[in-house]
């Protein structure tokens, strides 16, 4: 599976003697419907390294910069773990253990569909850690602060502990996030620690519905993050069960009332890898993830566990970043993967 020139599909998986499957947040192993997405909005960078600073050979760090970025699904972290949803804290810690250990660097959903991973140290490899829902364990307190045991809680300790990795991911919100019953405080929270908000819908249905429907959803849930917090706005969107509008374009624009709604990327539910968004084949409105769970012992196929095993075997060849902004670079042999709009950045080693 070296050549990850286009999406992974069943079939393509079962050529390559892994199987496949898709795991959607009701449980179907059905494969949602890619979107069909309008012209992309952010412009291809055009910055160029500062002449005092000459720009990193991307051959000392292995760098790939059309490799897959893995976006891992959260939902539930509970003690008790009673599906696929369901991860308990202690597994979560252990999973931040090994993408450190592993070299990865957390960046946001919407930093990964604008192209922003100039950041990302060199020879580290991005990945995406998102949480649909917004369920308690993934933020609550304790005598008034973040609980430790939540998953912000969990995530700030460990860039306390590992600066190197920091506290950043993408949280999905419904109404009454965590379950607070205050919104204002919780996506406050979210955003003074970093986190990127994102749009789960307001009521976690469905979006097969009349397009007024579909523009309620999203624009209520994006009038609620702006209403917490004056000018935030979600940017990123996950499709609750997976499921596609039947008019795809209002996932990614609308509006409700007085409240217009933009997302630059749509996510999937369960599946494989994301392409690099400079690959040819990044599609920002059907963007893939893979489903991280406790639920077995986490070693379910195609779970987090088994895919971050088949990227560090090297069988799926991962995202490296070179450390040189503005440019995209990559092994010679891979040329062909880059999206044409990027030719005039590309760095070919």
Request: glycine share 8%.
């Amino acid at each position: 599976m070296a050549n990850y020139d286009a999406r992974l599909s069943r079939r393509a998986l079962l050529a390559a003697g892994l199987g496949a499957a898709v795991a959607a947040c009701g449980g179907s192993r059905r494969r949602p419907t890619a979107i069909a997405t309008p012209p992309p909005t952010t412009k291809a960078p055009t910055t160029s390294p500062s002449p005092t600073a000459p720009p990193r050979d991307p051959a000392t760090v292995k760098a790939n910069e059309l490799g897959v970025i893995p976006v891992l699904m959260h939902h539930r972290l509970i003690d008790k773990v009673d599906s696929e949803f369901d991860m308990t804290p202690a597994w979560f810690r252990a999973e931040l253990e090994r993408l450190l250990a592993e070299g990865y660097y957390p960046v946001t959903t919407l930093q990964v569909a604008r192209r922003d991973l100039g950041h990302v140290p060199a020879g580290r490899s991005p990945v995406v850690l998102t949480f649909d829902d917004s369920s308690r364990g993934q933020l609550h307190y304790a005598k008034g602060s973040i609980a430790a045991d939540s998953a912000v809680g969990i995530m700030l300790d460990f860039a306390r502990e590992h600066p190197e990795f920091p506290a950043v991911a993408s949280f999905y919100l419904n109404k009454d996030p965590f379950a607070l019953g205050d919104p204002h405080r919780a996506v406050g929270d979210l955003a003074k620690a970093g986190m990127e908000v994102g749009n789960h819908t307001y009521d976690h249905i469905p979006l097969r519905l009349p397009a007024a429907q579909v523009q309620a959803q999203l624009g209520e849930l994006a009038a609620m993050v702006g209403t917490a917090v004056p000018g935030l706005q979600p940017r990123t969107l996950a499709l609750p069960l997976g499921v596609t509008p039947s008019l795809p374009k209002l996932a990614r624009a609308g509006r409700w009332r007085q409240t217009s709604y933009r997302n630059e990327a749509v996510l999937l539910v369960g599946a494989e890898p994301a392409h690099s968004p400079w690959h040819k084949s990044w599609d920002p409105g059907a963007v893939p993830r893979i489903r991280s769970s406790s639920y077995g012992g986490g070693r379910g196929e195609f779970l987090s566990t088994w895919w971050l095993d088949q990227i560090k075997a090297g069988t799926v060849t991962r995202y490296v970043a070179a450390g040189n902004p503005g440019h995209v670079a990559f092994p010679k042999k891979y040329a062909d993967r880059l999206a044409p709009a990027y030719r005039h950045i590309a760095v070919a080693y």
